[in-house]
Protein backbone atom coordinates (compact mmCIF):
# COMPACT_ATOMS: atom_id res chain seq x y z
CA UNK A 1 0.00 0.00 0.00
CA UNK A 2 0.53 3.53 -0.17
CA UNK A 3 1.00 3.27 3.29
CA UNK A 4 3.64 1.14 3.64
CA UNK A 5 5.89 3.30 1.05
CA UNK A 6 5.63 6.24 2.88
CA UNK A 7 6.44 4.43 6.08
CA UNK A 8 9.66 2.73 4.56
CA UNK A 9 10.68 6.34 3.49
CA UNK A 10 10.38 7.51 6.69
CA UNK A 11 12.83 5.08 7.50
CA UNK A 12 15.02 5.93 4.85
CA UNK A 13 14.35 3.60 1.97
CA UNK A 14 15.21 5.95 -1.69
CA UNK A 15 11.74 6.35 -3.04
CA UNK A 16 13.01 5.00 -6.31
CA UNK A 17 13.42 1.84 -5.23
CA UNK A 18 9.84 1.98 -3.47
CA UNK A 19 7.02 0.21 -6.01
CA UNK A 20 3.42 0.29 -4.77
CA UNK A 21 1.86 -3.47 -6.63
CA UNK A 22 -1.41 -4.14 -4.07
CA UNK A 23 -2.00 -8.23 -3.44
CA UNK A 24 -3.81 -9.44 -6.28
CA UNK A 25 -7.23 -10.13 -6.26
CA UNK A 26 -9.17 -12.19 -9.05
CA UNK A 27 -11.62 -10.06 -9.40
CA UNK A 28 -13.11 -11.97 -11.88
CA UNK A 29 -13.94 -14.67 -9.13
CA UNK A 30 -15.93 -12.67 -6.76
CA UNK A 31 -17.26 -10.53 -9.60
CA UNK A 32 -18.72 -13.63 -11.11
CA UNK A 33 -22.44 -13.19 -11.67
CA UNK A 34 -23.09 -16.82 -11.08
CA UNK A 35 -21.79 -16.36 -7.67
CA UNK A 36 -24.40 -14.04 -7.03
CA UNK A 37 -26.60 -16.63 -8.38
CA UNK A 38 -25.22 -19.18 -5.62
CA UNK A 39 -25.51 -16.41 -2.76
CA UNK A 40 -29.25 -17.25 -1.97
CA UNK A 41 -28.66 -20.39 -0.10
CA UNK A 42 -26.44 -17.71 2.51
CA UNK A 43 -29.24 -15.64 2.64
CA UNK A 44 -31.57 -15.65 5.65
CA UNK A 45 -35.25 -14.12 4.72
CA UNK A 46 -36.27 -10.69 6.70
CA UNK A 47 -32.38 -10.04 7.39
CA UNK A 48 -30.14 -7.72 6.84
CA UNK A 49 -26.51 -9.46 6.78
CA UNK A 50 -23.29 -7.32 8.01
CA UNK A 51 -20.54 -9.49 7.21
CA UNK A 52 -16.62 -9.92 8.78
CA UNK A 53 -13.83 -11.86 7.08
CA UNK A 54 -10.47 -12.30 9.04
CA UNK A 55 -8.61 -14.82 10.90
CA UNK A 56 -8.48 -14.48 14.42
CA UNK A 57 -5.67 -12.03 15.63
CA UNK A 58 -6.13 -9.02 17.81
CA UNK A 59 -4.98 -7.16 14.70
CA UNK A 60 -8.66 -7.64 14.01
CA UNK A 61 -9.59 -5.72 16.83
CA UNK A 62 -13.21 -8.25 17.02
CA UNK A 63 -13.97 -6.13 20.48
CA UNK A 64 -14.63 -3.06 18.64
CA UNK A 65 -16.18 -4.64 16.30
CA UNK A 66 -18.27 -6.46 18.72
CA UNK A 67 -19.46 -3.56 20.61
CA UNK A 68 -19.95 -1.81 17.53
CA UNK A 69 -22.56 -4.80 16.09
CA UNK A 70 -24.58 -4.82 19.82
CA UNK A 71 -24.93 -0.66 18.78
CA UNK A 72 -26.10 -1.69 15.37
CA UNK A 73 -28.68 -4.67 16.75
CA UNK A 74 -30.26 -2.07 18.98
CA UNK A 75 -31.45 -0.33 15.87
CA UNK A 76 -31.62 -2.94 13.22
CA UNK A 77 -33.69 -5.71 14.89
CA UNK A 78 -33.42 -7.72 11.61
CA UNK A 79 -29.85 -7.59 11.77
CA UNK A 80 -27.55 -11.15 11.17
CA UNK A 81 -24.15 -10.55 12.12
CA UNK A 82 -21.93 -13.11 10.32
CA UNK A 83 -18.36 -14.01 10.78
CA UNK A 84 -15.71 -15.62 8.42
CA UNK A 85 -12.54 -17.52 9.00
CA UNK A 86 -11.88 -16.57 12.52
CA UNK A 87 -11.08 -20.04 13.80
CA UNK A 88 -11.31 -20.04 17.94
CA UNK A 89 -14.18 -17.39 17.67
CA UNK A 90 -18.01 -19.48 19.10
CA UNK A 91 -21.38 -17.69 19.12
CA UNK A 92 -21.11 -17.94 22.74
CA UNK A 93 -17.87 -15.64 22.66
CA UNK A 94 -19.83 -13.21 20.35
CA UNK A 95 -22.84 -12.85 22.37
CA UNK A 96 -21.05 -11.66 25.52
CA UNK A 97 -20.59 -9.09 23.47
CA UNK A 98 -23.13 -8.21 20.86
CA UNK A 99 -26.17 -9.55 23.53
CA UNK A 100 -28.19 -13.03 23.63
CA UNK A 101 -31.00 -12.48 21.29
CA UNK A 102 -29.47 -11.18 18.08
CA UNK A 103 -28.89 -13.30 15.28
CA UNK A 104 -25.55 -14.96 14.67
CA UNK A 105 -23.78 -16.83 12.19
CA UNK A 106 -20.11 -18.32 12.63
CA UNK A 107 -18.50 -19.94 10.01
CA UNK A 108 -15.05 -21.48 9.60
CA UNK A 109 -12.71 -20.77 6.82
CA UNK A 110 -14.12 -21.70 3.85
CA UNK A 111 -12.88 -21.75 0.00
CA UNK A 112 -12.88 -18.71 -2.63
CA UNK A 113 -15.95 -19.79 -4.11
CA UNK A 114 -18.44 -19.76 -1.42
CA UNK A 115 -16.87 -16.97 0.14
CA UNK A 116 -17.94 -15.17 -3.10
CA UNK A 117 -21.15 -16.03 -2.55
CA UNK A 118 -20.82 -15.03 1.00
CA UNK A 119 -19.90 -11.54 0.12
CA UNK A 120 -23.07 -11.64 -2.26
CA UNK A 121 -25.33 -12.85 -0.22
CA UNK A 122 -24.33 -9.40 2.61
CA UNK A 123 -25.45 -6.27 2.94
CA UNK A 124 -22.95 -4.84 4.08
CA UNK A 125 -19.00 -5.82 4.67
CA UNK A 126 -17.25 -4.69 7.72
CA UNK A 127 -13.56 -4.50 8.44
CA UNK A 128 -12.46 -3.28 12.39
CA UNK A 129 -8.66 -4.02 12.33
CA UNK A 130 -6.54 -1.73 14.40
CA UNK A 131 -3.69 -2.21 11.85
CA UNK A 132 -3.74 -3.30 8.40
CA UNK A 133 -0.96 -2.82 5.66
CA UNK A 134 -3.86 -3.75 2.98
CA UNK A 135 -7.09 -4.75 2.95
CA UNK A 136 -8.08 -7.92 0.72
CA UNK A 137 -11.19 -8.63 1.75
CA UNK A 138 -12.19 -4.75 1.12
CA UNK A 139 -11.78 -5.78 -2.18
CA UNK A 140 -12.97 -8.90 -2.64
CA UNK A 141 -16.28 -7.18 -1.28
CA UNK A 142 -16.42 -4.27 -3.76
CA UNK A 143 -15.66 -6.62 -6.56
CA UNK A 144 -19.06 -8.19 -5.69
CA UNK A 145 -20.56 -5.12 -5.32
CA UNK A 146 -20.92 -4.52 -1.85
CA UNK A 147 -20.45 -1.61 0.08
CA UNK A 148 -17.65 -1.70 3.37
CA UNK A 149 -17.50 -0.17 6.41
CA UNK A 150 -13.69 -0.05 7.60
CA UNK A 151 -11.39 1.71 10.52
CA UNK A 152 -9.06 3.76 8.47
CA UNK A 153 -5.88 1.88 8.50
CA UNK A 154 -2.85 2.40 6.32
CA UNK A 155 -4.45 -0.55 3.74
CA UNK A 156 -7.62 0.67 4.14
CA UNK A 157 -7.27 4.01 3.44
CA UNK A 158 -5.28 2.59 -0.08
CA UNK A 159 -8.85 1.21 -1.08
CA UNK A 160 -11.62 2.91 0.51
CA UNK A 161 -12.38 6.49 -0.88
CA UNK A 162 -14.57 7.94 2.26
CA UNK A 163 -18.22 8.29 0.90
CA UNK A 164 -17.57 6.84 -2.47
CA UNK A 165 -17.40 2.91 -2.10
CA UNK A 166 -17.39 2.54 1.56
CA UNK A 167 -17.01 4.33 4.60
CA UNK A 168 -13.81 4.86 7.02
CA UNK A 169 -13.93 5.46 10.56
CA UNK A 170 -10.95 6.41 13.29
CA UNK A 171 -9.71 2.94 14.58
CA UNK A 172 -11.10 1.47 17.72
CA UNK A 173 -14.62 4.16 17.25
CA UNK A 174 -17.02 1.35 17.80
CA UNK A 175 -19.78 3.85 17.85
CA UNK A 176 -18.86 5.48 14.38
CA UNK A 177 -18.81 2.17 12.94
CA UNK A 178 -22.00 1.41 14.31
CA UNK A 179 -23.36 4.42 12.86
CA UNK A 180 -21.93 4.10 9.60
CA UNK A 181 -22.90 0.29 9.13
CA UNK A 182 -27.11 1.56 10.30
CA UNK A 183 -26.63 3.96 7.64
CA UNK A 184 -25.84 1.81 4.58
CA UNK A 185 -28.48 -0.80 6.42
CA UNK A 186 -31.45 2.19 6.38
CA UNK A 187 -30.41 3.65 2.80
CA UNK A 188 -29.95 0.30 0.47
CA UNK A 189 -30.01 2.28 -2.82
CA UNK A 190 -26.89 4.40 -1.31
CA UNK A 191 -25.47 0.89 -0.26
CA UNK A 192 -26.28 -0.23 -3.95
CA UNK A 193 -24.41 2.20 -5.60
CA UNK A 194 -20.99 2.43 -3.91
CA UNK A 195 -20.73 -0.92 -4.36
CA UNK A 196 -21.00 -0.67 -7.53
CA UNK A 197 -18.60 2.34 -7.68
CA UNK A 198 -16.50 -0.24 -5.31
CA UNK A 199 -16.70 -2.62 -8.41
CA UNK A 200 -15.49 -0.41 -11.18
CA UNK A 201 -12.46 1.03 -8.76
CA UNK A 202 -11.60 -2.14 -8.14
CA UNK A 203 -11.40 -3.33 -11.73
CA UNK A 204 -9.45 -0.23 -12.48
CA UNK A 205 -7.11 -0.73 -9.43
CA UNK A 206 -6.42 -3.70 -7.94
CA UNK A 207 -6.99 -6.46 -11.26
CA UNK A 208 -5.25 -9.92 -9.97
CA UNK A 209 -3.90 -10.29 -13.53
CA UNK A 210 -1.99 -7.10 -13.76
CA UNK A 211 -0.94 -6.95 -10.27
CA UNK A 212 0.34 -10.41 -10.69
CA UNK A 213 2.36 -9.32 -13.71
CA UNK A 214 3.80 -6.17 -12.05
CA UNK A 215 5.01 -8.22 -9.19
CA UNK A 216 6.85 -10.41 -11.72
CA UNK A 217 8.58 -7.85 -13.82
Same mark, same amino acid.
Given at each position: SQGIADKLAVLGVDRRRIRVIPTPVNLEQFGDPRAGERAPGYRVAGRKIVLTVGRNDPAKDYPTLYRAIGGVAARVPELLFWQV #? =? =?GVTEAVVRVVVGAH? +? !?? $???? $? +?QRELAAGYHASDVVVSSSAH??? #?? !?? !???? =??GKPVVATATTGAKDIVHDGVNGYLVPVGDAQALAEKIVYLLQHPGEARAMGERGRALGAERFDGVKNTQAIVQ
Open positions: #G =A =AL +D !VR $ITPQ $I +DESF #GK !VL !VEAN =AC
